[in-house]
């Protein structure tokens, strides 16, 4: 059905900046079709919705990270990426990107798509003070 990529991820100081990846093949994927977002979990929280994004480039962010995070993407390589600046320790966390909404239209806030489970490996990001 396809597969979901994710990499950028590193340790940088608060204040600093990192892009993230996402590779998505196979159609079940598609950025025609479908919404796509990221989201983030850390060990004592439960996974957020952060960015997503859809085939008009219309985004949406979570409140924490407006003003700070970019999410953008190519439709025609079917990649997904999020630039994040001005870092906060408390923006460490696992990062995912996945199905944001049940079809090609985002909303808000940014959740996954309700029948999504199959997750990929992520990429941490660590800020630290």
């Known amino acids: 059905q396809g597969q979901l990529v994710e990499s950028g991820g590193g340790s940088v100081q608060a204040g600093g900046s990192l892009t993230l990846s996402c590779t998505a093949s196979?159609?079940?994927?598609?950025?025609?079709?479908?919404?796509m977002g990221w989201f983030r979990q850390t060990p004592v929280m439960e996974r957020e919705g952060v960015a997503s994004?859809?085939?008009?480039?219309?985004?949406y962010y979570a409140d924490s990270v407006k003003g700070r995070f970019t999410i953008s993407s190519d439709n025609a390589k079917n990649t997904l990426s999020l630039r994040m600046d001005s870092l906060k320790p408390e923006d460490t966390g696992m990062y995912y990107c996945?199905?944001?909404?049940?079809?090609?239209?985002?909303?808000?806030?940014?959740?996954?798509?309700?029948?999504?489970?199959?997750w990929g490996q992520g990429t941490q990001v660590t800020v630290s003070s």
């Open positions: 996945a199905p944001a909404g049940p079809n090609a239209y985002c909303y808000y806030p940014v959740a996954a798509r309700a029948d999504f489970g199959d």
């Open positions: 994004i859809n085939r008009n480039y219309d985004t």
């Open positions: 196979g159609t079940a994927y598609s950025l025609i079709s479908q919404c």
